[in-house]
């Protein structure tokens, strides 16, 4: 996925990275400078990174992700899918301890082979957000907003399907009640937002 970067977003990208890093994770999204010249995808590369760090911090970078060309249901398409791929790889980090101390790695039978596939699951579902939000954003660069927002359509649906598969995957390893706090509707829209443009 990273080949689908400009130069400038994947040193942005490494830049979050290691800003989050330095900062174990604690460092408030707000206190970022999103270089203009990124736009809806530099604060989608914030939400990401964020989510990462846990889904609340995610949450939070996706609120303060206001500025030009986040509004409509392509660009909040962007975010959600952003924020959806660093929460998948935040779960997938917190629950290979658990998936190990069951064993999981350790043999081929069923229902270690249901762990690690739920697991892969998590990192191909969060490489697809990842590849949405740059193919929406690419679209939108180049004013194409009518596009965008049909096919965002289409992504919204995928992303409700991935996220109650991250989900699965949290109160498997992790525990409902930690999904529970963890993930609440994270990465879905509400039953009445409309979804169509």
Not at 98 to 112: D, I, Q, T, V, Y
Request: glycine share 12%; hydrophobic share 45%.
């Amino acid at each position: 996925m990273n080949a689908f970067w400009t130069a400038e977003e994947a040193a942005f990208r490494r830049t979050l990275r290691e800003h989050f890093g330095a900062a174990g994770g604690r460092e408030t999204p707000g206190a970022l400078e999103i270089p203009g010249s990124l736009g809806l995808a530099g604060r989608a590369a914030v939400a990401e990174e964020a989510a990462r760090r846990g889904p609340g911090p995610g949450r939070a970078a996706t609120r303060q992700a206001d500025g030009p060309g986040s509004d409509g249901p392509a660009a909040a398409a962007v975010l959600a899918c952003s924020r959806l791929a660093g929460t998948a790889a935040h779960v997938l980090a917190a629950g290979l301890g658990p998936a190990r101390e069951r064993g999981a790695f350790a043999s081929s039978l069923m229902g270690c082979r249901d762990i690690q596939e739920s697991l892969a699951g998590l990192v191909t579902g969060a490489e697809l957000m990842r590849l949405h939000a740059c193919r929406l954003c690419r679209l939108l660069d180049r004013g194409d907003e009518a596009r965008a927002d049909a096919e965002s359509v289409r992504v919204l649906a995928g992303l409700r399907a991935f996220a109650g598969e991250v989900r699965t995957v949290a109160v498997s390893l992790l525990g409902a009640a930690w999904a529970a706090a963890n993930l609440d509707e994270d990465g879905t829209a509400p039953v009445d937002e409309r979804t169509t443009p």
